[in-house]
Nanobody, 119 residues
Framework: QVQLVESGGGLVQAGGSLRLSCAASGRTFSSYDMGWFRQAPGKEREFVAT????????YYADSVKGRFTISRDTAKNTVYLQMNSLKPEDTAVYSC????????????WGQGTQVTVSS
């Protein structure tokens, strides 16, 4: 069974940085895409970034491009989201997700971690 466990959230001032981690377990992820999503209060969940576990290709939402970096450590089975130049509008619950590359549905989700950016 796939398990995704996020950590690294917290409170930070605008302009600051945080690094989120997502520890993945339960299977080999070489044929998976891993992603980060976020949901702010009163808003729908939105895509943040994704990474191809096998070839390291990445893709970002326009709102975070140039500020956030997604990466993975295959030895640790962990995906990271480095967030720099944080803005108050980045405040949200950030969740890690996984899907098989051949599919379009994000099947597996972590419990989420809160990120709060103060102005």
């Amino acid at each position: 069974q796939v398990q995704l466990v996020e950590s690294g959230g917290g409170l930070v001032q605008a302009g600051g940085s945080l690094r989120l981690s997502c520890a993945a377990s339960g299977r080999t992820f070489s044929s998976y895409d891993m992603g980060w999503f976020r949901q702010a209060p009163g808003k729908e969940r939105e895509f943040v970034a994704t990474i191809n576990w096998s070839n390291d290709n990445t893709y970002y939402a326009d709102s975070v491009k140039g500020r956030f970096t997604i990466s993975r450590d295959t030895a640790k089975n962990t995906v990271y989201l480095q967030m720099n130049s944080l803005k108050p509008e980045d405040t949200a619950v950030y969740s890690c997700a996984a899907k098989q590359r051949s599919g379009s549905r994000w099947n597996y989700w972590g419990q989420g971690t809160q990120v709060t950016v103060s102005s």
